[in-house]
């Protein structure tokens, strides 16, 4: 199993972001995929997952500004960030999961700076 993540980068404040994340090797459609991010010093958290029935979910502070989305014909979930903050900064991990494994991909790095 392997994911693959991308869509990074260094964006101002205000800004907006699409990552993805490409999975292989499972099938996709009936695991729940979720964007994690850990900025230094701080534990990963949950920013947003959906399920395999599309049931979303996001962390409090990004409600409103970000939106996962998944498409299973490409094995594929997003994350639409949207009004990004500085305290969004951090490393972002795709994971997908289902009833017998948990798998992370290898992260990315968004920077929110002016």
């Known amino acids: 199993v392997q994911l693959q993540a991308s869509g990074g980068g260094l964006v101002q404040p205000g800004g907006s972001l699409r990552l993805s994340c490409a999975a292989s090797g499972i099938i996709f459609r009936f695991n729940t995929a979720g964007w994690y991010r850990q900025a230094p010093g701080k534990q990963r958290e949950l920013v947003a997952a959906?399920?395999?029935?599309?049931?979303?979910n996001y962390a409090d502070s990004v409600k409103g500004r970000f939106t996962i989305s998944r498409d299973n014909a490409k094995n594929t979930v997003y994350l639409e960030m949207t009004n990004l903050k500085p305290e969004d900064t951090a490393l972002y991990y795709c994971n997908t999961r289902n009833l017998f494994k948990s798998t992370w991909g290898q992260g990315t790095q968004v920077t929110v700076s002016s």
């Open positions: 959906i399920t395999d029935e599309d049931s979303t």
